[in-house]
């Protein structure tokens, strides 16, 4: 693999993520256009993208929830990318990036199958706050940088 690690400032970029978002996710999941991409899906919301020989294969956006704390989403790695530690590059990725922004609180809501990936990262799940989607159902969690 010839791994590039892109901040997707521009549109073109960005569209690398949503690429991989419709492979990744709403293809497996069955998940129409309507709910893969939502209201945060806008100019101010910052994406991470991951290229193989510049074929977009993961992603991840975050966006700012207030001056302190932003909310991370839609991480997606292709599936025969899967297993070779990408989603973590993402995340690293997107934690320096925020860090380097001023962000304090980094929120987001997992899928219970995958908590434990976000917990080896440093996240605790608040189980008391369990968000009920139109796809997946999830547990809040968090983590102060």
């Known amino acids: 693999m010839n791994i590039k690690i892109l901040r997707a400032t521009e549109l073109?970029?960005?569209t690398g993520a949503y690429s991989v978002r419709i492979q990744g996710m709403g293809r497996q999941h069955h998940i129409?256009?309507?709910d893969e991409f939502d209201e945060h899906d806008n100019a101010d919301t910052k994406y991470i993208v991951l290229l193989d020989d510049e074929y977009p294969i993961a992603t991840c956006r975050w966006y700012e929830l207030d001056n302190s704390s932003v909310?991370?989403?839609r991480l997606v790695v292709l599936p025969e990318y899967r297993g070779y530690k990408?989603?973590?590059k993402v995340m690293?990725?997107?934690e320096e990036w925020i860090k380097e922004a001023g962000y304090k609180k980094l929120v987001l809501e997992s899928r219970e199958e995958v908590i434990g990936f976000y917990e080896k990262l440093g996240y605790t799940a608040d189980y008391n706050r369990r968000i009920h989607g139109v796809t997946f159902d999830c547990v809040y969690?968090?983590?102060l940088i």
């Open 92 to 94: 690293q990725e997107a």
């Open 86 to 88: 990408l989603g973590l």
């Open 12 to 14: 073109w970029q960005q």
């Open 71 to 73: 909310m991370i989403g």
């Open 141 to 143: 969690m968090e983590k």
């Open 32 to 34: 129409s256009l309507r």
